[in-house]
């Protein structure tokens, strides 16, 4: 559903100059169902882009009506520490200083910081680039549980 969802909202996000990142279903600390829409644009995002999205977006929630229950729309910028999660993540946020965790070590390591690359298969398998303090480093995907940013106080 979340797919069908990511690939209605793309094109008319899209229309309005805004990129799509995320399409999520999660809920608050209420227990209250949450849609988050999650949008990027190299210059940031806005009040008024959330509000242009959430008039694109709405009718054709109602028209589509995915998710059974009560539910709050919320249109959101990705945030200074979030987590990547989609192939083009790791373009939009190359460069940007981050931290990988994987399951099991890979050269006695669990957790990598660098900046990051971006996506690379060129060696048979995908993996995730960063360049480390030791150097660059490739960390097979299939190995990673979480791939996070890491604030940087001269990003604002």
Avoid at 35 to 56: F, H, M, N
Avoid at 62 to 87: A, C, Q
Wanted: proline share 4%; glycine share 8%.
């Amino acid at each position: 559903m979340l797919e069908n969802l990511f690939e209605a909202f793309e094109p008319v996000i899209r229309e309005i100059g805004l990129e799509l990142l995320d399409v999520e279903l999660t809920s608050d600390e209420f227990r209250q169902v949450i849609l988050r829409v999650t949008i990027y644009s190299p210059q940031g995002v806005t009040l008024d882009d959330c509000v242009a999205v959430e008039k694109v977006i709405s009718p054709m929630l109602d028209e589509m009506d995915p998710i059974s229950t009560s539910y709050n729309l919320e249109i959101s910028s990705p945030g200074l520490e979030r987590t990547l999660k989609r192939d083009r993540e790791y373009e939009v946020f190359s460069g940007r200083l981050c931290k990988v965790n994987l399951y099991g070590p890979i050269d006695g390591k669990r957790v990598f910081e660098g900046r990051l690359v971006g996506l690379d298969n060129s060696l048979g398998e995908e993996g995730v680039v960063l360049m480390t303090e030791d150097g660059r480093a490739f960390l097979p995907r299939d190995k990673i549980s979480k791939v996070q940013l890491i604030y940087e106080e001269n990003e604002l």
